[in-house]
């Protein structure tokens, strides 16, 4: 099974980019999807998550109303929509999947995602 994300580049501050992450394989059918990002020099951190069942979804307070993510079933596909872009949200960003059926606060952690996909390079300039 594997994870491809794409959809990073550079725009500025205050533009919108749209990140998609496909699967190659059917983990899709269960669990949840993850966005994570890592800044240089500092930790890999959560971003957002979402049920592939349905429509419920998470967010890291610091992006809470300004990304929202999605799932299109029948193209396997998960959806990071980023508006309102700043400088800080400059990162490498990832998406895994869990077959893990825990509340979605839960999924916050890392560990708990079993497949990754490789980054994709967001850069956010003032």
């Known amino acids: 099974v594997q994870l491809q994300a794409s959809g990073g580049g550079s725009v500025q501050a205050g533009g919108s980019l749209r990140l998609s992450c496909a699967s190659s394989?059917?983990?899709?059918?269960?669990?949840?999807m993850g966005w994570f990002r890592q800044a240089p020099g500092k930790e890999r951190e959560f971003v957002a998550v979402i049920r592939w069942s349905g429509t419920s979804t998470h967010y890291a307070g610091s992006v809470k109303g300004r990304f929202a993510t999605s799932r299109d079933k029948a193209k396997n596909t998960v959806y990071l929509q980023m508006n309102s872009l700043k400088p800080e949200d400059t990162a490498v960003y990832y998406c895994a999947a869990s077959n893990s059926r825990v509340i979605l606060s839960a999924l916050a952690n890392e560990e708990m995602y079993d497949y990754w996909g490789h980054g994709t390079q967001v850069t956010v300039s003032s």
């Open positions: 394989g059917s983990i899709f059918s269960s669990g949840t």
